[in-house]
C-alpha cells in the first residue's frame, strides 16, 4: 500500500508546484484542488483547474509544446480535497477502466445540518439530473432519464447541532452527496443549492475529498491519496476526529 500525504512521488522537480502535490511520477499526478476552482472549462470563462495544471507542468520541466493531463474524475466547483490525474493516455485509460470496474474508490468528509437517524448506513435513490439548472432531484425508480445513486455513509460525531460524516461514494453521480444527504433531512453545511433554507448566502460549503484510491496504471501498486479539509468552522469542531482519518 502505498499512501501520500503531500509528499511528492519519484519523478525529480525542477521547479516548484503552485498546487499542493499528494503524488507525482511519470504517470500520474495528484494534488489538493482548491475550492472554488471550475476541474474543466465552464461557461464562466474562469480559470479552470486542468489548464492551469498543464501550465504548472510546462513550467516546472520546462517541457516543449502541448501537455498532456487526463481527467479521470471530478469534483463540483466549491469541493476542495484530492484529486488525481493522468499525464499520459495510457494511465488515463486504465484509470477509468478502474472507475468502471470499481477499482477506484473515493471517499469524503463532510458535514451536515442535524444527524442521520442511523449512526451508519447506505442510501440507495434515483437521481434525475436537469442540464438547464444544473440542479439534480430524487425520483421514483425507473422514471426515464434516472440513474441509480449508491452511497455509504457513517457519523463520525456531532456538535452544536451538526455532524461530521465520512461518505463512500460507489456511484459518481452530479452532486449525489449533496443531493441524497438533502434527501434524508441532512443538507450540507454551505450548500446554498440543496440546502439554502438552512445556510446563510456565502458559506462555504463543507465537503471534501478526503480520500482516493486506486491500482497504480503501470506498477499495479495500490496507490492511497489523503487530504484533509481546512481547520476552519465547522470543520474545527472535530479535531481529533479528523486526525484519526489521516492516520491509515
Wanted: aromatic letters at 6%; one cysteine or more; proline letters at 6%.
Amino acid at each position: 500500500m502505498n499512501i501520500q500525504h503531500g509528499s511528492a512521488g519519484e519523478e525529480p522537480y525542477s521547479g516548484q508546484s503552485r498546487f499542493e502535490v499528494l503524488f507525482e511520477d511519470n504517470h500520474l499526478l495528484g494534488i489538493v484542488k482548491p475550492v472554488n476552482i471550475p476541474v474543466q472549462e465552464d461557461a464562466t470563462g474562469d480559470p479552470d483547474l486542468l489548464t492551469l495544471l498543464k501550465e504548472d507542468v510546462k513550467e516546472r520541466y520546462n517541457k516543449p509544446g502541448n501537455v498532456y493531463m487526463g481527467l479521470v474524475h471530478r469534483l463540483d466547483r466549491p469541493v476542495g480535497g484530492a484529486m488525481i490525474f493522468a499525464k499520459t493516455s495510457k494511465a488515463a485509460s486504465r484509470l477509468s477502466e478502474s472507475v468502471r470496474t470499481h477499482a477506484f474508490r473515493k471517499v469524503y468528509l463532510t458535514v451536515v445540518h442535524g444527524k442521520p437517524s442511523a449512526s451508519q448506513g447506505r442510501l440507495v435513490n434515483t437521481l434525475l439530473k436537469d442540464a438547464k439548472s444544473n440542479t439534480v432531484t430524487i425520483v421514483r425508480k425507473g422514471t426515464p432519464g434516472g440513474k441509480e445513486a449508491i452511497l455509504d455513509y457513517t457519523v463520525l460525531g456531532s456538535a452544536e447541532g451538526f455532524s461530521l460524516l465520512k461518505i463512500d461514494l460507489l456511484t459518481g453521480r452530479s452532486h449525489q452527496i449533496r443531493v441524497q444527504l438533502s434527501g434524508i433531512g441532512c443538507p450540507l453545511f454551505g450548500d446554498q443549492k440543496y440546502g439554502s433554507a438552512v445556510n446563510r448566502p456565502g458559506q462555504q460549503i463543507a465537503l471534501w475529498s478526503s480520500l482516493v484510491g486506486f491500482p497504480h496504471p503501470v506498477t499495479k501498486d495500490d496507490i492511497e491519496l489523503i487530504s484533509l479539509p481546512p481547520q476552519t468552522h465547522p470543520w474545527s469542531l472535530w479535531p481529533q476526529q479528523l486526525q484519526k482519518q489521516a492516520i491509515r
